[in-house]
């Protein structure tokens, strides 16, 4: 009897990682930043903040979790800057079947717009990875599977598995666009916390796709795309490809090519969407001790299927000494 990974053909898995503590790779951040990024003031996107590049481990996890919980996948694709993470030398990338690939590649025939520093840019080309599936999973590096999942569970036949709720698509005009400037400035000079106008991002990607008045919002979790809407909306639109690639460090006038290829989907009537109960966020700047000890009971007893790990080097010690245990624990992690 056939899987559904068998009917849907190979289904491979992407993740996007940077090493912001290379010193090569900080210095070349700076440069670009003091030659592309005048504006210094207070109240500009902190798109070159440093908590955007830092390595905090999490990537093992995320490789680990993949290969015990979703065994089908066929092969996981690591989108660097020439970077190679320390862990993941020749033997451990045959074992787990990863393959590197450099922006360089997913770049090819544009490659004015490197050196690059923007997540936002990076996905506009992942579906320009050599050898990628047309079905394929993408993953932030901080992205942790919990329990096992099936093909299904990302793709239903030529849909789509979309997990978000439906909200009005908001207008963000200058105003409210300076008001979210300050919003962000304030948040992180009085409490540390880094806002990434992430809605912002959804609704433009929405209005891409020709939403007007709502967009599916979507949570922080692992993104099933469908590469071929991908390649006809570009094929259809380069121009909004060569547009969006040439911020070095993100912006506010980018969408993303993972919203748009929901919306697009969500447009075609081939889209399954799912409200998100199966998703938990561990926040090392938020999360009080009450509500870690609670959420690391539930990773604990897979009572959440979908980790998302945000801002762990804010975490105290202990804490993150036993979030690594938990994780370890789960993902049976031994490289």
Known sequence: MKSKSDTYGPIDAVITWVDGNDPEHQEKRMRAMNRDVPDRSPLSLSRGDDTRFLDNGELRFCIASIRKFVPWIRTIYLVTDEQVPDFLDEKVQKEQQVTLVSHAEIFADHEWALPTFNSRTIETAL????????????????????????????FNGESVVIRGAWRRLASYGRLRLFANRIGSYLSKKLLGITRSMHLLLQIRSAEQAGFTRRYFRVDHVPHPVHKPVLESFYDKNPELFTQNIRYRFRDMEQFSSIYLAYHLKIAQDEAELVPSDDVLMIHGEMDRPMWLDRKLRRIGEQDVRFLSLQGIEKMNDRYRRRLEDVLTELTGLDF
Do not use: K, M, Q, T
């Open 127 to 154: 579906w320009r990875i050599p050898g990628l599936s047309d079905r394929f999973i993408y993953f932030n590096d901080d992205f942790v599977l919990a329990a096992p999942l099936r093909p299904e569970d990302f």
